[in-house]
């Protein structure tokens, strides 16, 4: 009966054990992969707000809501005192909770240079060349979209309303990387 109670339990233990994952399973966790679409942001040709120019690449920002939970106690019976004073029974109380949006989340579009969308080496290396021209970014030219590269756009950005690691279209143009055309304006075919 031991014998037979001992290997029931070592079988048990046996399927608790889980395998440990490789170090790539969680890689996008930790350290995401540079690209257009990381923090949520995706590049898109075509696709973006109501009455969008199909010719034209859109950028899409999205901030997810931000939610709180509150716990709080609530008493569902008071306590009960007796003649002198004295407790009799204390207090009862239910542990409640409730979830509250605080910040609704939000998606703001933006026209980026449709070079972001296929993230075109030639093109990241002369955004890198401006970024650094203007001192928000230091490292090499490699024509990569990359983590430093990202960080220097949200920087030079966020000063002018857009909080974003991809690069829009206005942003683009004070860079000197793109031009304006009245025709593209009027619904032409982009220049970049």
Not at 88 to 117: G, L, N, S, Y
Not at 165 to 183: H, N, T
Request: glycine share 8%; net charge negative; with cysteine.
């Amino acid at each position: 009966m031991r014998k037979l109670i001992l290997l029931a339990a070592v079988g048990g233990l046996s399927a608790c054990q889980t395998s440990i994952p490789d170090d790539t399973a969680f890689t996008s966790v930790i350290e995401p992969v540079i690209h257009t679409g990381v923090s949520g942001v995706e590049v898109m040709r075509g696709f973006g707000p109501p009455n969008a120019n199909p010719s034209s690449c859109y950028g899409r920002e999205i901030e997810p809501a931000v939610i709180e939970t509150i716990t709080e106690q609530i008493m569902v019976e008071p306590e009960q005192l007796d003649r002198d004073g004295n407790v009799r029974r204390p207090a009862v109380f239910v542990t409640a909770t409730e979830q509250r949006i605080v910040e609704d989340r939000t998606e703001t579009w933006f026209e980026t240079p449709c070079a972001m969308q296929s993230e075109d080496p030639d093109y990241i290396a002369t955004l890198q060349r401006a970024l650094a021209a203007r001192d928000h970014y230091a490292g090499p030219i490699t024509g990569v979209l990359d983590r430093d590269t990202v960080d220097a756009v949200r920087a030079y950005q966020a000063p002018q309303g857009l909080d974003s690691g991809v690069l829009s279209l206005a942003a683009a143009r004070q860079l000197g990387l793109s031009v304006w055309d009245p025709e593209l304006a009027a619904g032409g075919a982009p220049l970049d």
